[in-house]
């Protein structure tokens, strides 16, 4: 059995909290072309982005007039997710339409 002095010599180890990172957000854009109606922009937006019809033509009109249009900001995983889903749907409905994610 130790004896009081070797019981009073232990170590402490203190334990610093880091505090948990945000992750990495990565913004979704949506490419401008010249066969994707309109309508159907619309209609990507807001569902796969869940944008009201206000928010969605503003965007759309983003893309048609700039090129591009940023749909939102999400982590990596989630970004990713959505621009395959464009993709997906796009081709269902034979449109060219293309999107892609960017550190944001």
Request: net charge neutral; with cysteine.
């Amino acid at each position: 059995m130790p004896n009081s002095k070797q019981r009073s010599a232990s170590v402490v180890l203190e334990r610093t909290k880091l505090a948990p990172k945000e992750p990495e957000r990565y913004k979704v854009l949506l490419l401008n072309d010249d066969y994707t109606t309109m309508e159907f922009v619309i209609e990507i937006l807001e569902t796969v982005f869940q944008k009201t019809r206000t928010e969605a033509l503003r965007i759309m009109m983003q893309v048609h007039n700039q090129g591009h249009g940023v749909c939102g900001a999400y982590s990596h995983e989630i970004a990713e997710t959505k621009v395959s889903m464009v993709h997906e749907l796009a081709r269902q409905h034979s449109f060219p339409l293309r999107a892609s994610f960017e550190r944001g």
